[in-house]
């Protein structure tokens, strides 16, 4: 695994009922649900270092500095962007940010993934079970 910082991945969402915080269960207004808003930086995460993590190798998340700082209604066009900023002993740290339609900041913030072999993580969790 040679991975480097840089890597970046864009994710483009429009919001929908099922992502608004009365959906989830986060609140009661038709905006975009904190917890969704988290599952898609991650996802953008996950994406950037897509095919650069080696044979048998995942990324499990570990640590989330997240700020939701603007509402984004049903039907608002949100993007994603997540860079790998960070790359130390297999710990990735990234950069999230969020943007609406208009360039306004929707939210930002870390997120900090480990780098894992799937097979053994899986058999630890089992071996838990």
Known sequence: ??????LVAVIEHVVTEEDTAI??????????ATPRLLALVEAATVRAVEGE?????????TRVQLEHRRASGIGTRVTIRAELVDVHDG???????AEDEHGELVG?????RVVVERERFLARLRARA
């Open 53 to 61: 993590l080696g044979e048998g190798h995942t990324s499990v998340g």
């Open 91 to 97: 710990t990735l740290r990234f950069e999230v940010l």
């Open 23 to 32: 959906a989830v269960g986060s609140g009661d207004v038709p905006v975009l």
């Open 1 to 6: 695994m040679a991975l480097r910082s840089g």
């Open 108 to 112: 930002h913030g870390q997120i900090t």
